[in-house]
C-alpha cells in the first residue's frame, strides 16, 4: 500500500522500555524520521536514519531499521513521564521529491 | 535554532468566513508546507512551496488555496469555511534538497461554528 503504518497506542511502565513500530513502503527512501509531538504543540524531529544505515543510537534512543522487511523501530530505554507524547514515523520517497510522507502517529502513554 | 512561527494558537470562525492562516520562518528556508492533523488520520498535506510565487497542491487542497509573496511567509487561506475544516492546521519549513529536515511551527487549532 501507500501509507506508512505504525500502531496507534503504546502504553508502557515508567522506567521500561518503549518500542515503536512502523513499517514503510518505498524501498528506495532515503530518509526515515521520528518526530515527537507533545499535548497542544507542532512537531520537532527526534532523530533520523539513512537507509545505508542498520542502527542508530543517542542518548536513550535506538533506531533500527530492517530495510529487507521495510520496518523502522525507535526504542526509548528509561521511559520517563516527559516521553509522553505521540511519535510519527515519516519517510522522504524518491519520486517525491522534497515531501515527508507521515504515519498517522503512535501515542506512548506511560503507566505510573 | 530555526524559528516556524504561526500567527494564532487558536481560532474560531463562522461557516463561510474567509479564513487567513499565517506562517513565518526566520531560517531562509526556500520549502514551506501546510498540513493538517486529524485524529486517526495522522498528518495530511494540503499545499506546498518550493520558492516564492510557486505553489503544489498537496493530498488534499479542495477547499484551500495558498500564497507565498515572500521567501519566509507561506500562508494558508479558507476562502469559505466549512464545519469540516475544523482541525488542527500545521506549518513547516525546510531547505532545498532531499532528506532535509522539515521543521514545524506549534500549530494553530481551527474550530468553525
Known amino acids: 500500500g501507500e501509507d506508512v503504518e505504525q500502531s496507534l497506542f503504546l502504553s508502557v511502565r515508567e522506567g521500561d522500555s518503549s518500542v515503536i513500530n512502523c513499517t514503510y513502503t518505498d524501498s528506495s527512501s532515503t530518509y526515515l524520521y521520528w518526530y515527537k509531538q507533545e499535548p497542544g504543540a507542532g512537531l520537532q524531529l527526534l532523530t533520523y536514519i539513512f537507509s545505508n544505515m542498520d542502527m542508530k543510537q543517542d542518548q536513550r534512543l535506538t533506531v533500527l531499521l530492517n530495510k529487507k522487511d521495510k520496518h523502522l523501530s525507535l526504542r526509548i530505554a528509561d521511559t520517563q513521564t516527559g516521553d509522553s507524547a505521540i511519535y510519527f514515523c515519516?519517510?522522504?520517497?524518491?519520486?517525491?521529491?522534497?515531501?515527508?510522507?507521515f504515519g498517522k502517529g503512535t501515542r506512548l502513554h506511560i503507566l505510573p | 535554532d530555526v524559528k516556524v512561527t504561526q500567527s494564532s494558537r487558536y481560532l474560531v470562525k463562522r461557516t463561510g468566513e474567509k479564513v487567513f492562516l499565517e506562517c513565518v520562518q526566520d531560517?531562509?528556508?526556500?520549502?514551506m508546507f501546510w498540513y493538517r492533523q486529524d485524529p486517526g488520520l495522522g498528518l495530511r498535506l494540503i499545499y506546498f512551496s518550493y520558492d516564492v510565487k510557486m505553489k503544489e497542491k498537496g493530498d488534499i487542497p479542495e477547499g484551500y488555496s495558498v500564497s507565498r509573496e515572500k521567501k519566509e511567509r507561506f500562508s494558508l487561506i479558507l476562502e469559505s469555511a466549512s464545519t469540516n475544516q475544523t482541525s488542527m492546521y500545521l506549518c513547516?519549513?525546510?531547505?532545498?534538497?532531499?532528506?532535509?529536515?522539515?521543521?514545524f511551527g506549534p500549530g494553530t487549532r481551527l474550530l468553525v461554528l
Open positions: 515519516a519517510e522522504i520517497r524518491r519520486n517525491r521529491d522534497d515531501k515527508i510522507i
Open positions: 531560517m531562509d528556508h526556500e520549502n
Open positions: 513547516a519549513s525546510s531547505p532545498r534538497g532531499r532528506g532535509k529536515t522539515q521543521y
